[in-house]
């Protein structure tokens, strides 16, 4: 399995302000990606980062507000960027079990970072 | 495009009965099923999943699934819940290969009452 640590866990945030969110694995994965879930909704794919390239993200959302890098094989960090009150979530990091264990094909995530934007 | 469709968005039950929670999805490829629960105010923990063989999956704390590739179905089920059962049950898919991420369903809230 995967141990994945976020921080931080949560934070209140300012309108138009940015918040860095890091995450940190305890072991060397090619890819990882980076979930949205809105207030009592599911969750969203917001990207995925490869280490060594740039991240790819899906339909909704964009570099330019949810910059990410993944300087890495264990860390990634996601930057929510001009935040509004929409953007109150939890975000969630999640990685995929290494190959060659019973895990592989799981994912796992972290505990989230719940954020509030005021 | 791969979806998910859960199809009770809450699912009430008395404690000690039994409870299924209900998921279709829509693939024309070969796909990995997973349930996941998330207690209130916590991350996601993996109930079971589905890879291949067997149809009927069992995961942990009593939960099984049973996959049926012509209903393109992955329904989970317990036998008898409990009242630590109560919380919010994902179902998600991915195609049947590395590196790709995860499509979930808008969950369903299982609530547990004596």
């Known amino acids: 399995s995967a141990v994945i640590s976020q921080k931080p866990s949560r934070d209140i945030c300012q309108r138009g302000t940015s918040l860095t969110i890091q995450c940190q694995v305890d072991s060397q994965v090619t890819m990882m990606f980076w979930y949205r879930q809105q207030p009592g909704q599911s969750l969203t794919l917001i990207a995925t980062?490869?280490?060594?390239?740039?991240?790819?993200?899906e339909s909704g959302f964009v570099i330019d507000k949810f910059p990410i890098s993944r300087p890495n094989l264990t860390f990634s960090t996601l930057t929510v960027s001009n935040m509004s009150p929409e953007d109150s979530s939890i975000y969630l990091c999640?990685?995929?079990?290494?190959?060659?264990?019973?895990?592989?094909?799981?994912?796992?995530f972290g505990p989230g970072t719940r954020l509030t934007v005021l | 495009a791969q979806s998910v469709t859960q199809l009770d968005s809450q699912v009430p039950v008395f404690e000690e009965a039994p409870v299924e929670l209900r998921c279709n999805y829509s693939?024309?490829?070969?796909?990995?099923l997973f349930w996941y629960v998330q207690y209130p105010n916590q991350g996601l923990q993996l109930l079971l999943k589905y890879l291949s063989g067997s149809t009927l999956v069992k995961g942990i704390n009593g939960f099984e699934a049973e996959f049926n590739k012509s209903q393109t179905s992955f329904h989970l089920r317990k036998p008898s819940v409990h009242i630590s059962d109560t919380a919010e049950y994902f179902c998600?898919?991915?195609?049947?290969?590395?590196?790709?991420?995860?499509?979930f369903g808008k969950g369903t809230t299982l609530s547990v009452s004596s």
């Open positions: 998600a898919v991915t195609p049947g290969q590395a590196g790709t991420a995860l499509i």
């Open positions: 980062a490869n280490q060594g390239s740039e991240a790819t993200y």
């Open positions: 999640s990685v995929e079990g290494p190959r060659g264990v019973p895990s592989y094909n799981e994912q796992f």
């Open positions: 693939s024309s490829v070969s796909v990995y």
